[in-house]
């Protein structure tokens, strides 16, 4: 069954804007990864949380996890046409060994200039 | 940062032909890699997971004879799709990682059977 479920599905904003982006899980978790995708791409990683963490800053993005609500936010601050993209969240498979990674559906943001 | 080149690119082709993506870990030995297949608009899937010398560990669903996955080395990974037909037209990505680092990219793969 899908681990990571992102919503917004999709979300468009304007340049300058916050963009906020939640995941939730279902299983009990040891780090969870937020990557991007531009069109056409493979994924970039964004940013780390392991469950002893509540919050973590890279650049203009703030991760928060919640691991008693199962819930993580993507935060991107002062958005930039550039930032425009699909996120998605990933949790390790509930037991695996070898870094094996669930990911989400997804948040499409667009960002207009 | 770590770089992780997978190709080719895009490769279009006629139904019942085999075809072969690279993957390579540039910068860094590649302890495990994984192949990802995605739908449009959809998240990744995990196919299969591969440790460099030993036997590819496919998701259920999965049909290890038509995805072929060879990790000869420690940098090099291949998923051969055999025999394809336009079901198995899709993006496919690999990534790879070390005991160390979170997983790595590649730019993936967008095959196209005719």
């Known amino acids: 069954s899908q681990q990571g479920e992102e919503d917004p599905q999709a979300l468009s904003i304007q340049e300058g804007e916050n963009a906020t982006m939640n995941c939730s899980y279902k299983t009990s978790i040891n780090n969870l990864q937020w990557y991007r995708q531009n069109s056409g791409r493979g994924l970039v990683h964004l940013i780390l949380?392991?469950?002893?963490?509540r919050e973590k800053h890279s650049g203009r993005l703030r991760v928060t996890l919640d691991t008693s609500k199962k819930s993580s936010s993507l935060l991107i601050t002062a958005s930039r046409a550039a930032d425009t993209a699909s996120y998605f969240c990933?949790?390790?498979?509930?037991?695996?060994?070898?870094?094996?990674?669930?990911f989400g559906k997804g948040t499409k943001l667009s960002v207009k200039p | 940062g770590a770089v992780v080149s997978q190709h080719p690119s895009r490769v279009i082709c006629k139904s019942g032909t085999s075809v072969k993506i690279e993957c390579r870990s540039l910068?860094?030995?590649?302890?495990?890699m994984f192949w990802y297949r995605q739908f449009p608009k959809q998240s990744l899937m995990l196919m299969a997971t591969s440790n460099e010398g030993s036997k590819a560990t496919y998701e259920q669903g999965v049909e290890k004879d038509k995805f072929l996955i060879n990790h000869a080395s420690l940098t090099l990974s291949t998923l051969t799709v055999t025999s394809a037909h336009p079901e198995d037209s899709s993006f496919y990505i690999c990534s790879a990682r070390d005991r160390t680092q979170p997983q790595h990219f590649g730019d993936g793969t967008r095959l196209s059977i005719l």
């Open positions: 910068d860094f030995q590649a302890t495990t």
């Open positions: 990933a949790t390790p498979y509930y037991g695996g060994s070898q870094g094996n990674l669930i």
């Open positions: 949380i392991r469950s002893n963490e």
